[in-house]
């Protein structure tokens, strides 16, 4: 006999299908089983596409199979008018007996609606609490009205960003860097400091795969016309770039290319200017200066820290230099070995 959480792992199967293509819609998987028989299975491919539930009925060579089915989904099915009709009316709509729900969804504009729907029609609910661990951002985001905010940086095993501060220092391997992207592209944004900016040159972009909607790129500056306009995120238009400023523009900008200006860009600031975009992910890459600066605001939830086999000594720069911060108490989640580099990923204690 099939139970629900078996159908539930099926259908957290089928929402990992998906990488970097929603967006800042959720990961959702869905089965739709009758009579302890699986009759499809699918997954929201693409923001702006059908979601899970749909895209499983639509799999039905007839549709008259879904009625008294039960729809196994990862996400309670949504309520409202979007970018496509309401799942749960679809699902009303479909004749289905019972939905089985990993999770609430805790975006307000569904947040139990989806379910009221579904139980008004007379459909029986079981929700089992249970993310499937899928969508940490999306559910950080809506309890915490912030993006889950990553640390990311590569550092020698003696806790150094870079040899003398004047010129990039390469420290890890070419499986690290592909790695890297990996992470960037489970980002909606990425943001590096001004000095990252003029001495590393980075363009911040997902080059391993195509995203369509890759993450914006944020930069902290004094003045940002003081830059110069060979830079790659300047030059480079694949991806949205917001330069925060501290003092005004009167420079013109290519097309790719926001400022964004207030008196001081700390890491709160810069955290409600992402939200205010809806955006639920950000990953901070260095430099020293940046990363104290998120640690002293205790602006941290996650870290991914690629460990080099290399030592820079006592005059190399700290992962993290500036103001005093609190002891951050954080947990081991993954140690990876990425040939002779070691990844090391770490949640905050909550
Ligand atoms: N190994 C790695 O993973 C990695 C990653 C990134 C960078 N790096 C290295 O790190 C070095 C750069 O680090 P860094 O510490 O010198 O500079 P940084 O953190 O990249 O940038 C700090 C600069 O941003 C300005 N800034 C503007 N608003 C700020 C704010 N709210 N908080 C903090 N800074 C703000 C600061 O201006 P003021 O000077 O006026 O304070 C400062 O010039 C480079 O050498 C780079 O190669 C290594």
Redesign the pocket.
Known sequence: MITDLDCMQLAWAQARREFGQTWTNPQVGAVLVKNGRVLAQDYHHQYGKHHAEVETLDQLADPALAVGATMVVTLEPCSHYGKTPPCAKRLVAAGVARVVIGQRDPNPLVAGKGIAILEQAGIAVTVLGQTGGLNSAYNFFYQHQRPLVTL????SVDGK??AA?????Y?TGPAALRDSQHERAGQQALL??????L??DPSLTVRTFAMPYPPVRLV???DADRLPEQLHVLTDASAPVWL?S?APTSRTWPPHVQVHVAA????QA?CALVAAHGLQSLQV???????A?FLAAGVCDRVVA?VAPLALGGTA?PVA??PAAEPLALHLTAVTQLAEDVKLTYGRNR
């Open positions: 990311k940086y590569a550092t960003l870079n501060g004047t010129q990039r220092t420290l590096i400091g001004e000095q990252t900016l001495v590393d902290v500056v004094r925060l501290e001081h860009w700390t890491p810069i890459e260095g430099g020293s200066r940046l990363l600066a690629y720069l230099q500036g």
